[in-house]
C-alpha cells in the first residue's frame, strides 16, 4: 500500500478483555516496530520485526502483550486481560530492511481501556 | 542501548522567529530521523539524515555524526509549526540494542 495502515483507529475496551491491534506496512519492507506512547509522553518501543529473524521483544511491558507477524507482512499486537494502564495509542512503523532505513509510521490505534 | 537526549524540552516563539532543536546521542548511528507529531497524533517524516545537511523548504537539519548530535533548524516559524518534535536515532554497533529509539521530545508552540 501507499502507507503504513493500522486498524483500528480507535479502541474501546473493558478491563479484562483481550484486544487485537492490526498493522499492515508499506509493501516490501522488511522491518516493523510497536511503539506504545501515553498521554503527553514520548515513544516506548515495545517490539521489533527484523525480516526473518528472531524479534526483539525487549520492550514489552508484560507477558500479557504478545506479537506476530505473518508471512513477513500484517502484524497484529495482542494485549490479553487488558489493563487501565494499558490505555495509549499504539504507534506502527515500518522500514525497508532492518539496518536502519528511513521509519515510516501509521496513524496509530488509540486504545482506551475503561 | 542508546541514548537519545532532546533539547529544549518546550520552546515558545512568536511567528516569524527562527528556532534551533537539539538531539544528542550515545552511540554511532545508521539512522536520525526528525519526526513532526500534528495535533492529531501523526508522525510526519521531517529528515533522513544520518549524516550531512538537508533542507526542505524553512526546515533544515545537520547532522555531525563524529560528534553524535544533530540540529533541525525552523525558520520564519508558522503557528501550523507548533507540535512536539521527535528525533530517533538506530545504532551502528551491534554492541547496543538495535532498534529505532526516540528522543523525549520538544514542544513547540508557535503564538500569532
Known amino acids: 500500500g501507499a502507507g503504513v495502515s493500522q486498524s483500528p483507529s480507535n479502541k474501546v475496551t473493558e478491563k479484562g478483555k483481550d484486544v487485537e491491534l492490526r498493522c499492515d506496512p508499506i509493501?516490501?519492507?522488511?522491518?516493523l516496530y510497536w511503539y506504545r506512547q501515553s498521554l503527553g509522553q514520548g515513544l516506548e518501543f515495545l517490539i521489533y520485526f527484523q525480516g526473518n529473524s528472531a524479534p526483539d521483544k525487549s520492550g514489552l511491558p508484560s507477558d500479557r502483550f504478545s506479537a506476530e507477524r505473518t508471512g513477513g507482512s500484517v502484524s497484529t499486537l495482542t494485549i490479553q486481560r487488558t489493563q487501565q494502564e494499558d490505555s495509549a495509542v499504539y504507534l506502527c512503523?515500518?522500514?525497508?530492511?532492518?539496518?536502519?532505513?528511513?521509519?515510516?509510521f501509521g496513524q496509530g490505534t488509540r486504545l482506551t481501556v475503561v | 542501548g542508546i541514548q537519545v537526549e532532546q533539547s529544549p524540552p518546550d520552546l515558545i516563539l512568536q511567528e516569524g522567529a527562527n528556532s534551533t532543536l537539539r538531539c544528542n546521542f550515545s552511540?554511532?548511528?545508521?539512522?536520525l530521523q526528525w519526526f513532526h507529531q500534528n495535533p492529531w497524533g501523526q508522525l510526519i517524516n521531517l529528515f533522513y539524515?544520518?549524516?550531512g545537511t538537508k533542507q526542505n523548504g524553512r526546515l533544515s537539519a545537520t547532522t555531525v555524526a563524529t560528534e553524535r548530535y544533530s540540529l533541525l533548524y525552523i525558520s520564519s516559524s508558522q503557528t501550523t509549526d507548533s507540535g512536539v518534535y521527535f528525533c530517533?536515532?538506530?545504532?551502528?554497533?551491534?554492541?547496543?540494542?538495535?532498534?529505532?529509539?526516540f528522543g523525549s521530545g520538544t514542544q513547540l508552540t508557535v503564538l500569532p
Open positions: 509493501s516490501g519492507h522488511t522491518a
Open positions: 552511540d554511532s548511528v545508521n539512522n
Open positions: 530517533a536515532a538506530f545504532p551502528f554497533s551491534s554492541g547496543s540494542a538495535r532498534q529505532l529509539t
Open positions: 539524515i544520518p549524516s
Open positions: 512503523a515500518s522500514s525497508l530492511n532492518w539496518g536502519g532505513t528511513e521509519a515510516f
